[in-house]
């Protein structure tokens, strides 16, 4: 399988070149040449398969330069120590499911992708006698579990920006309880937007990525992605064998535009109405939303919300969906994206017919959001975390009669703990795991959100040859 950069002029990598580059040298990001198409007769065997085994069928038909034992190890690794046996179990709130993505190490849906891609990276570097330096930003929660993914693992240093206060306490605490030499925690004055182009520009400066080993765990890292294309494809075989077979509809909050687009390569993967529908949700900071409904991608200035990990305007994923919207034309993908760095704003109406027809999207409020929480505390004693209720509320709004609904939630509700016991009225108990992290001394550097400032930190404390 070949990479290929959404802007055409990167000559095509392996997998695993694809993996260790995270961002291609002419600043787009990497895809398949091809998606590979699941047939409706290999979709129904895969029906008895566990998580793991059904993430190797899914990965294998993207993977095909890691022998397949080692995939296998891989990925049994990486799922072993999470606390449900389904890795992504289902919750049935009468005819809305809810799809819980938040039982691994740092109870959010990023462990999903970076344990695997903590273990991908420690196998590749101990195989070919390399090096890393991560450099990531975090609007919240992948910080904390791309530092998990990776603590203590020899070969890697791991350096992550985050918006000083401007994620929760609690996912502060997470990050910045970690006590291992490898981890280097930075807060930066600004907003994630301004943390993730200090990221995209030093990714920019091939010179300097080349010489000191940079390797992206956002989602702009398309590991990231492949791993999260399992549990839609989990979720559907789940539905169907519940449902009789019928079609599957998903509301995805999303900030990024990294969990739905791995839910619209779930859509491409599978047979014909497999899914129904993309709900696209985002709370107050709505550029998605305004793209899907009205075809205007134009940046306005960052809210603060109560679901502080969609707290963002330029959406690192975008682009990959561009390619496919401008049916893979790289030329058109570059001049596009150029123009956006320059003007903030991209007028895509032309497009809208084709938008709309991958995707609907809404956003909720901050007040909507505490209702629904509210609502399904009192009516299913079931709590939901805020971008858990911006994902249901837009579930409400584009429900259609008969076609079950899936919403992913994206967090355990305890990481938003003061929001949470303010809709439900209650004092909700912190797992043992956080708990435990608030405990611990912190250690992290306050910074400029400045990419020489940044550079010259990681010339400092990063591994060098």
């Given at each position: ?32 040449r ?14 008895e ?70 273990n ?20 919240g ?9 990776v ?8 350096f ?52 000191h ?5 956002n ?9 999260q ?54 709370n ?10 009205f ?26 969906y ?16 150029l ?11 032309d ?7 991958d995707?609907?999207?809404?956003a ?6 505490l ?18 209720a ?33 809709a ?12 435990e ?29």
């Amino acid at each position: 399988m070949q990479y290929l950069s959404t802007r055409g002029t990167t000559a095509p990598l392996t997998f695993t070149g694809a993996i260790k580059t995270g961002l291609a040298e002419d600043g787009g990001l990497l895809l398949p040449r091809a998606v590979p198409r699941i047939d409706r007769a290999t979709f129904e065997a895969w029906q008895e398969l566990s998580y793991c085994e059904l993430a190797f069928e899914i990965m294998s038909r993207y993977i095909d330069d890691i022998p397949a034992t080692d995939l296998k190890k891989l990925i049994n690794d990486s799922y072993a120590g999470f606390a449900h046996p389904e890795v992504t179990p289902h919750v049935h709130l009468d005819n809305l499911h809810i799809l819980e993505l938040f039982h691994g190490p740092t109870l959010a849906f990023k462990d999903i992708a970076l344990q695997f891609l903590g273990n991908l990276f420690s196998y590749l570097l101990a195989r070919d006698n390399e090096y890393m330096n991560i450099l990531g930003a975090t609007s919240g929660d992948t910080g904390s579990a791309a530092i998990y993914s990776v603590k203590g693992k020899e070969r890697i240093r791991i350096f992550i920006l985050h918006p000083h206060k401007r994620i929760s306490e609690i996912q502060e605490k997470q990050m910045t309880a970690v006590a291992d030499a490898n981890v280097f925690n930075i807060a930066v004055s600004g907003t994630f937007d301004d943390a993730q182009a200090t990221v995209k520009t030093i990714f920019g400066d091939i010179a300097f990525k080349n010489q000191h080993r940079l390797g992206a765990i956002n989602s702009i890292n398309w590991a990231r992605l492949l791993a999260q294309v399992v549990y839609y494809v989990y979720s559907c075989l789940h539905i169907a064998s519940h449902e009789k077979n019928r079609a599957t509809a998903f509301a995805v909050p999303t900030g990024n535009f990294g969990d739905i687009f791995a839910g619209y390569i779930a859509k491409k993967m599978l047979p014909e109405g497999c899914i129904s529908k993309l709900v696209l949700a985002t709370n107050a900071n709505d550029i998605l939303a305004r793209f899907v409904n009205f075809g205007d991608y134009t940046l306005n200035k960052v809210v603060s919300t109560l679901s502080p990990s969609m707290d963002i305007q330029a959406a690192s994923n975008f682009e990959r969906y561009l390619y496919y919207l401008m049916d893979r034309e790289p030329d058109l993908v570059r001049e596009a994206m150029l123009k956006f760095k320059v003007d903030g704003k991209l007028h895509l109406q032309d497009y809208l017919g084709h938008i709309k027809r991958d995707f609907v999207a809404s956003a909720a409020t901050d007040e909507e959001v505490l209702e629904t929480i509210e609502k399904y505390y009192k009516k299913y004693h079931y709590t939901l975390d805020p971008h858990t209720a911006v994902g249901v509320r837009a579930a409400e709004r584009h429900r259609d009669q008969g076609v079950p609904m899936v919403c992913l939630a994206t967090a355990h509700p305890a990481k938003f703990k003061p929001t949470v016991d303010r809709a439900t009225g209650t004092e909700l108990e912190l797992p043992p795991a956080l708990a435990e992290a608030i405990s611990r001394p912190t250690r992290c550097e306050n910074m400029d959100c400045d990419p020489e400032t940044i550079m010259g930190y990681i010339k400092t404390h990063g591994l060098n040859s």
